[in-house]
């Protein structure tokens, strides 16, 4: 019987405004958006910023020093912050789910980020559980995340499902034995989440 359902945020709760705001970037200094994207995730993860083990300066200073960017940072963080738009959608399903009785939480690889996204528009109400690389100094790179997370739900790890729009975590999630959902766009979710939840209307 299925208890809980957990989302990964950019992606799946709001749109990946890290990507998106890394493309803007780009794009205003003559970057190529993809590679820009590419490095920028690889050195957000190689510095430790998503598992809170370096800062939001560090990662900006270094980040700038590659490229030879010259804008302030508080532009690039503006630049990838205001991209995360909240999908209204998702959490209407949210809201389905926690009156049905199930629990709800957030298993994200973000920063502080994600708290400064929650002051700006509240949406941690809609959950039961945040679980977020920065405070868990560690990020869903590493597999023993999501054992770590049945266990803290305490719960069996078939009682849980997981939605993320990456597919390498969802075969990581997988290998507990986690329900997954792979978030490809709206129309095949809400069909996935009506088969886990037994939600008709």
Not at 57 to 62: G, I, S
Not at 138 to 153: A, E, N, Q, W, Y
Not at 178 to 190: A, E, Q, S, V
Request: aromatic share 16%.
């Amino acid at each position: 019987m299925i208890k809980v359902f957990l989302f990964d945020f950019g992606g799946v709760i709001s749109e990946e405004g890290f990507k998106e705001g890394l493309f803007a970037i780009a794009r205003r200094h003559g970057l190529n958006e993809e590679d820009f994207y590419l490095k920028a995730k690889e050195l957000i993860y190689d510095m430790g910023y998503v598992a809170g083990k370096a800062s939001e300066e560090d990662y900006f200073k270094e980040l700038k020093k590659i490229f030879n960017i010259g804008d302030p940072s508080e532009i690039l963080k503006n630049d990838i912050l205001s991209r995360f738009e909240i999908r209204d959608e998702v959490i209407e399903w949210v809201l389905k789910l926690r009156s049905a009785g199930f629990k709800t939480g957030i298993l994200s690889d973000q920063t502080n980020w994600l708290y400064e996204l929650n002051e700006r528009e509240p949406f941690f109400v809609y959950f039961d559980y945040i679980f977020n690389s920065y405070t868990l100094k560690k990020t869903k790179k590493d597999p023993s995340i999501f054992g770590d997370t049945v266990m803290k739900l305490n719960i069996k790890a078939e009682e849980l499902v997981f939605v993320d729009d990456d597919s390498e975590n969802i075969k990581r999630a997988k290998s507990f034995g986690i329900h997954t959902i792979l978030y490809t766009g709206y129309d095949d979710f809400n069909i996935k989440m009506r088969f886990f939840s037994e939600i008709k209307d």
